[in-house]
């Protein structure tokens, strides 16, 4: 029996539009069933002004139903995130679980507030470094710690994906889609 890992991208307006695209069209290659989720069921306009409209709104959704939960960066973006308190929430429930958590750029940041990466490894946008408080920094593409992993930017969401990919559904999983998207 095959078992389909069900994931949670939650975006908002200022989201990084690279990033949000890629870690969507990467799972979904996976056959990983996506839900991208906005703060209200609205459109939701990423930072360089692309809308993108949300599968569901977070009032709909619940933490049980989602084995992971992904987070585009784009400052904007993260600010609204990390400045609601049932994103705070969702996270802590699903840290405590050992659910998959990914943030990349500026996401880390909604980790942090959240208060789930003291002590843990994790990366981020170049700069952050400072406003990423008791965490054990790495300047490397990808950071994998536990149930957490983080990545630095646009030019790194295609790796962020496939390993993302590679910890749901397999590494051979993963160097499919790799093959497959990466061909060109």
Do not use: W
């Not at 870690?23 to 692309?50: M, Y």
């Not at 990919?165 to 790799?178: M, N, P, Y």
């Amino acid at each position: 029996m095959i078992i389909v890992k069900k994931v949670l991208v939650l975006m908002a307006d200022g989201c990084e539009e690279i990033e949000l695209v890629t870690i969507i069209d990467i799972l979904r290659r996976s056959a990983t069933r996506v839900t991208v989720a906005g703060l209200n069921g609205d459109p939701v306009t990423g930072s360089r002004r692309i809308k993108f409209l949300p599968d569901e709104s977070l009032a709909h959704l619940h933490e049980k139903d989602f084995d992971a939960i992904i987070f585009p960066g784009g400052g904007l973006g993260v600010d609204k995130l990390r400045a609601d308190q049932r994103v705070l929430e969702f996270v802590r429930k699903m840290d405590e679980r050992g659910a998959l958590i990914g943030a990349i750029c500026a996401a880390p940041l909604i980790l942090q507030d959240a208060g789930i990466i003291r002590g843990r490894r994790l990366t981020s946008y170049p700069g952050f470094e400072k406003k990423l408080q008791g965490c054990h920094y790495s300047k490397q593409s990808v950071v994998v710690d536990g149930n957490l992993v983080t990545s630095r930017a646009p030019g790194t969401a295609m790796a962020f994906a496939l390993k993302l990919v590679e910890i749901l559904v397999g590494k051979k999983r993963s160097r499919e889609v790799a093959k497959l998207a990466l061909v060109g």
